[in-house]
C-alpha cells in the first residue's frame, strides 16, 4: 500500500532558528501534499494544501511567512517553521493522496519542541 | 463537506465489539463516510469506507443507515491496541486535491 515517511520524528530547537520537516511518498506520485498541526489532546488542524509546482494554499489564520511549505517534486514535500518561538511546538503531520477512493496517506508526525 | 458527530470518548472490554456511531444528517449524496483512527503520538490510519452499503475489511465493519444520515464503526473483537481516537469523516473523495477535515472524534479506551 501506499506509504508516507515523514522525518525528522522529533526535533528540539532553540526559539529563533528555523526547523525543516520532510514528507516523502515512497510508492508513488502525489500532486497533492497537506500539512496539519495537532495540540495534544486537540484533534488535527489542516494549515495548508501542498501542490507540486507550485504556492501552497494556507487555511485561514495560518502564517504563510511563519510556515514555508515547498513541494518540488512530485514525492516530496517540505514544511519550514521559520523563526521558531515556544508557541509552535506542536505534533505536525502531514499526509499525501493517491487520487483513489482510498486516499490519504498519512505520515508518522514530527513533534516539534522550541526552547 | 458535511458535518459529523460523535461522542467525545467510549469504553470497551477487551474481546468485545466496539460500536462507534456517528451521525451525518447533511451528507450529500456523493460523499461517502470515512474512518481514521490515530493511536496516540502517531499519524492518522485509514480504517474503511462506503457510500451507501456496508462494508467489512480485515480491521472493521462499516454499517451505513438506509437514509445516510447515521453509521457504526464496529471493531468485532477490540483488543488494547485498538485504543485510539476514531474520527468519522465524510467527503467526496476519490481526487487527490480533496481535503480530510477531522474533528474532534471518539477516544476509545479497551479495558482489560
Known amino acids: 500500500g501506499a506509504v508516507v515517511s515523514q522525518h525528522p520524528s522529533r526535533v528540539i530547537c532553540k526559539s529563533g532558528t528555523s526547523v525543516k520537516i520532510e514528507c516523502r511518498s515512497l510508492?508513488?506520485?502525489?500532486?497533492?501534499m497537506f500539512w496539519y498541526r495537532q495540540f495534544p489532546k486537540k484533534s488535527l488542524m489542516l494549515m495548508a494544501t501542498s501542490n507540486e509546482g507550485s504556492k501552497a494554499t494556507y487555511e485561514q489564520g495560518v502564517e504563510k511567512d511563519k510556515f514555508l511549505i515547498n513541494h518540488a517534486s512530485l514525492t516530496l514535500s517540505t514544511l519550514t517553521v521559520t523563526s521558531a518561538h515556544p508557541e509552535d511546538s506542536s505534533f505536525y503531520i502531514c499526509?499525501?493522496?493517491?487520487?483513489?477512493?482510498?486516499?490519504?496517506?498519512f505520515g508518522s508526525g514530527t513533534r516539534l519542541t522550541v526552547v | 463537506d458535511a458535518k459529523t458527530t460523535q461522542p467525545p470518548s467510549m469504553d470497551c472490554a477487551e474481546g468485545r465489539a466496539a460500536n462507534l456511531p456517528c451521525n451525518h444528517s447533511?451528507?450529500?449524496?456523493?460523499?461517502?463516510v470515512y474512518w481514521y483512527r490515530q493511536i496516540h503520538s502517531q499519524g492518522p490510519q485509514y480504517i474503511i469506507h462506503?457510500?451507501?452499503n456496508n462494508e467489512t475489511n480485515e480491521m472493521a465493519s462499516l454499517i451505513i443507515t438506509e437514509d445516510r444520515k447515521s453509521s457504526t464503526l464496529i471493531l468485532p473483537h477490540a483488543t488494547l491496541r485498538d485504543t485510539a481516537v476514531y474520527y468519522c469523516?465524510?467527503?467526496?473523495?476519490?481526487?487527490?486535491?480533496?481535503?480530510?477535515?477531522f474533528g474532534p472524534g471518539t477516544s476509545l479506551s479497551v479495558i482489560p
Open positions: 447533511t451528507i450529500s449524496g456523493n460523499e461517502y
Open positions: 510508492d508513488f506520485q502525489a500532486t497533492t
Open positions: 462506503g457510500l451507501k
Open positions: 499526509s499525501a493522496s493517491t487520487g483513489s477512493l482510498i486516499s490519504h496517506t
Open positions: 469523516i465524510v467527503r467526496v473523495g476519490g481526487t487527490s486535491y480533496d481535503k480530510v477535515i
